[in-house]
């Protein structure tokens, strides 16, 4: 006789008669039943702490992402296009780098109204970048494009 069929042979018994031999048996399986369930619930309550402190820590982690890519790409960046420095105002700290990029198919120029800093002629996806390490408002221009004004405030 198999294993399952014994099993469903006490079952029946049990059902049946319920004698109390039969009845002590399932008393004992009861216990075990209870005893597996215990188990089951702490290792569940196991998981669920695992679980919630994994959550609570991607969570973080993808807060933190978000703030840093939020705060980084374009906040030291400058982009000429269409004949214009996008922002045409840019606000930064004392130490900041400023970078250029032309992203048009013609040469511009970044060159300080007053003579702080200046570039060569940027070639289309050519870069330039200064560091700024003093406060104020620096105007600058394109020496070939007289309309493209922009500036970039330092605090
Ligand atoms: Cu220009």
Redesign the pocket.
């Known amino acids: 006789m198999k294993l399952n069929e014994l099993y469903c042979f006490v079952i029946k018994v049990i059902r049946i008669k319920k004698s109390t031999y039969f009845t002590n048996i399932n008393s004992y399986s009861n216990k075990y039943t209870i005893l597996k369930t215990r188990a089951m619930k702490t290792s569940n309550r196991k998981i669920k702490k695992i679980s919630f402190f994994a959550l609570t820590l991607a969570s973080l982690f993808f807060l933190f992402a978000a703030c840093s890519k939020a705060n980084d790409p374009a906040s030291n960046q400058v982009t ?1 296009q269409n ?1 214009a420095f996008s922002p045409a105002t840019l606000t930064v700290k004392v130490g900041t780098t400023v970078i250029w990029t032309n992203k ?1 198919g ?4 970044v060159t300080s109204d007053t003579g702080v800093f200046s570039s060569v002629n940027l070639n289309p996806n050519q870069t330039f970048s200064f560091m700024f390490m003093n406060k104020g408002t620096f105007n600058y221009h ?4 007289s309309n ?1 004004t922009a500036k970039i405030v330092v605090n």
């Not at 013609?106 to 120029?109: F, L």
């Not at 394109?142 to 494009?145: A, L, P, S």
């Open positions: 000429i004949n048009d013609t040469p511009h120029t394109c020496t070939i494009h493209m």
